[in-house]
């Protein structure tokens, strides 16, 4: 018996545990500008549904060529955008491939295009939220100022490029510590098998494990930049930002003394 209430005892308390994790990350997107539903507490707010995932995912007959789970929008075609490397940047040595990855869900918002209630499925099932089609803005239907980026991305962070220059040059044998580039004014980065496929990102809290917290980097096949095809790591809009984070600008970390930025650059 005593056997039995410690196990109940402890599945309680993992169980709670995970409720926990789980209402302090609705909790927090709840609490961010990405939270577009009536309840939202940024500036622009829609009437026509209190949910909050809605605008980005969706449970059912997403748009199966995004790389980001369920996405709710359909993603703009990747080449009507015009990247950064087309400014001919000397000090630019990473190969810059197509819009894609994560960077393109991003910009099916960012870029301007469409309204951010253009989703591929309402929300509800029709009879929920019946009004969903009448709802109206408190604010704008599309991202104004900074976060307005466009399709012009000349003036913005390279997205869809390879890391510190790509062309890796070497993997630590167990699969999980540095990986040099050629680039030397790039911080390694780390690499993990999960599931047979590769994850990479540069260690921000010194701990060597992948956390919310680092910089994501994104696997894309070499071919995307005319290569072979090895899978390697790409800057992504993603990489920086957390959009579930509640931070102001979604950073992954605070920006202060450009910790952000040098992060990834060493100067």
Request: hydrophobic share 35%; charged share 15%; net charge negative.
């Amino acid at each position: 018996m005593k056997n039995i209430f410690f196990k109940t005892t402890a599945l309680a308390i993992l169980g709670g545990s995970l409720f926990a994790a789980s209402t302090l990350a609705i909790a927090g997107i709840a609490n961010t500008k990405h939270n577009l539903g009536s309840a939202g507490t940024g500036d622009n707010k829609y009437s026509g549904t209190a949910e909050i995932c809605v605008f980005c995912h969706t449970p059912h007959g997403s748009d199966t060529s995004a790389t980001v789970p369920l996405w709710n929008k359909s993603l703009p075609a990747a080449n009507t955008f015009t990247t950064y490397d087309t400014l001919g940047t000397t000090t630019l040595d990473g190969a810059t491939a197509n819009v894609g990855s994560v960077s393109v869900a991003c910009l099916s918002c960012h870029d301007g295009a469409q309204a951010m209630d253009t989703v591929i499925n309402q929300p509800g099932s029709g009879s929920v939220v019946a009004s969903y089609g009448a709802g109206s803005w408190t604010g704008n239907s599309t991202p104004q100022g900074i976060a307005a980026i466009g399709k012009d991305l000349t003036n913005d962070h390279p997205v869809g490029i390879q890391y510190a220059g790509g062309g890796l040059i070497s993997t630590d044998a167990n699969d999980t510590t540095h990986s040099t580039f050629n680039d030397p004014d790039f911080k390694a980065a780390y690499k993990k098998e999960i599931n047979t496929k590769p994850v990479w990102w540069v260690d921000t809290g010194g701990a060597g494990v992948r956390e919310k917290t680092d910089m994501q980097l994104y696997s894309r096949p070499s071919t995307d930049v005319g290569g072979g095809a090895t899978t390697e790591p790409f800057v992504e809009c993603a990489s920086c930002h957390d959009p579930h984070s509640e931070n102001t600008t979604f950073l992954r970390i605070s920006n202060n003394n450009s910790a952000v930025c040098l992060a990834c650059h060493t100067k």
